[in-house]
């Protein structure tokens, strides 16, 4: 089992910034491959972005290319998903995800566990 817990939304301008934080338990952290998703209001959940076991392959979903990098750090159990130059379409819910294969994640935009989520809101 795998309890993921997300941290750093909040409210923000258009064009500014956020990180938000996933931090995991467990010890077998490094195995899985992690994702981000998001729900805006009255939309259906979306990938967003997801990095590999050993955090060298990344992956994104093409609106937020460029704007958004996500990275982990297995010796803190922790994913971060840098968001800059944000726009309010990007107001949504962020979910953090952990899969046994990133493939779970990118092209099947599923995982095996799921935080309970944290809101961004951006505001023009």
């Known amino acids: 089992q795998v309890q993921l817990v997300e941290s750093g939304g909040g409210l923000v301008q258009a064009g500014g910034s956020l990180r938000l934080s996933c931090a995991a338990s467990?010890?077998?952290?490094?195995?899985?491959?992690m994702g981000w998703f998001r729900q805006a209001p009255g939309k259906e959940r979306e990938f967003v972005a997801a990095?590999?076991?050993?955090?060298?392959?990344?992956y994104y979903v093409g609106s937020v290319k460029g704007r958004y990098t996500t990275s982990r750090d297995n010796a803190k159990n922790t994913v971060y998903l840098q968001m800059n130059s944000l726009k309010p379409e990007d107001t949504a819910v962020y979910y953090c995800?952990?899969?046994?294969?990133?493939?779970?994640?990118?092209?099947?935009?599923?995982?095996?566990?799921w935080g309970k989520g944290t809101l961004v809101t951006v505001s023009l």
């Open positions: 467990g010890r077998t952290f490094s195995r899985y491959a």
């Open positions: 995800a952990a899969a046994f294969s990133i493939g779970t994640i990118v092209n099947d935009a599923g995982a095996d566990y």
């Open positions: 990095v590999g076991a050993s955090g060298g392959d990344t």
